[in-house]
Every structure is written in C-alpha cells, then in structure tokens.
C-alpha cells in the first residue's frame, strides 16, 4: 500500500495549483490498471474527464486547491514555487493519513532539497518519503495526476465563467489573452486568475509604461 502524489497547473499562467493524493493497494492497482490510469499528460482532456471520477470512486484521495488568489499570497511568502509546491504536497499527504495507515508515499522529485520531508508534520514525517524523477510512472501517481488535472480543468473553465472568458491552458501562448483581460477589467483582474510572478506579468506591465 502506498500514498502517490501529483501537482497540475504549475506551469500554467491561468488557474489554480492544484495536488491530489491517491492510496493505492494491490487491489485497487489491478482496477486502475484496467481502466488505462496512467501519466495525465500521456491522456486527453476527455479521457481525464472520464476517468477521473472512477479514480475517485475506487480510491481514497485528497485534492488540495489553491486558487489564484491564495497562490499569490503564497508566493510572496515562500518566495519559491518549489517550496509552495512542496508545502501543498506536504497537506495532502497528511489529509490523506489522518484516516488511513500507510508507510509510503511516492512523488516526483521537483528539487533537489527536502523541501517536502520538511513541510510534513508529525503523521508525515513517520512514513516514508520516496521521491523519483518521472515517478507518474507508478500507478498511484499516476492516478494522482489524473486528479490533479481533472480539478485544474474544472477550477479553470469555472475561473473563465465568473469573468465571462475562456481563460487558455499552459504559457506560452497566452499573452493576448492576458492582455485583453487587463484591457477589459485593468491590472488588478490578473491576481485573481493568474500566477502573478511569471514573466508574462512584468511584460505586460513593461507594455502599459
């Protein structure tokens, strides 16, 4: 048995950083194989869609959403997307034991340094910790990205509601929609839906002086 762990939406201007962790079993591996779980971005947004609530129901998860607003503020105090980042893989991890034994969680190695081991707190820092380079390989990080980026696309397409626009995926082809939102709604609309500190920010900013 062991605990997988998975972020989405860190590398996108728009939306939510969003973590998700699976507790997977034997018995409950054999399930999620069968239904083709695997890395969220070898899948289609339809098939995550699909997925995604059968992940759900076979096993026990939990989601931590950060939404623009709070990832802002976050930011500015951690001063590092690697540390918030550990910092939301920290929560879960520790929603997840508070009714579950488990002495395993596997994640991807997003840095070098502790950054994760140091954010648990007292259940977390009894199991342990096996961070790997593309660990969505295994079946519960699989899983657990698939949850991730189906919450990331929900929260997103729920953001692009509330404003009256389809906010776009990804960024590197988002300025102008960007752009447009400031032009429609001024500076301040982009704490709201966006991460703040990426470059397209201070580019747009640099094209209204």
């Avoid at 507790?23 to 699909?50: Q, R, T």
């Avoid at 992940?55 to 959403?65: E, L, R, Y």
């Avoid at 519960?140 to 929900?154: H, N, P, W």
Wanted: with cysteine.
């Amino acid at each position: 048995m062991r605990i997988g762990v998975d972020e989405a939406g860190k590398g996108d201007y728009f939306g939510y950083l969003v973590v998700a962790a699976a507790l997977v079993d034997d018995k409950n591996e054999a399930l999620l194989k069968k239904l083709g779980v695997k890395d969220s971005k070898l899948l289609s947004d339809f098939a995550i869609k699909n997925l995604a609530p059968k992940i759900k129901k076979i096993c026990k998860h939990d989601i931590v959403k950060i939404s623009p607003e709070k990832y802002n503020k976050l930011y500015a105090k951690f001063k590092s997307l690697n540390k918030l980042l550990a910092w939301a893989h920290a929560r879960a991890i520790e929603n997840l034991l508070k009714n579950n034994k488990c002495e395993l969680v596997i994640s991807d190695r997003f840095t070098e340094k502790n950054f994760v081991a140091e954010a648990l707190f007292e259940r977390g820092r009894k199991v342990r910790l096996n961070q790997v380079f593309k660990a969505e390989k295994d079946t519960a990080v699989a899983a657990a990205s698939i949850l991730a980026r189906y919450e990331f696309l929900r929260t997103l397409r729920m953001l692009g509601r509330d404003i009256g626009v389809v906010l776009p995926k990804g960024s590197a082809h988002v300025k102008a929609a960007a752009n447009d939102l400031v032009k429609k709604y001024g500076k301040d609309i982009l704490p709201n839906v966006a991460k703040v500190h990426f470059k397209i920010t201070k580019k747009l900013e640099k094209e209204k002086t």
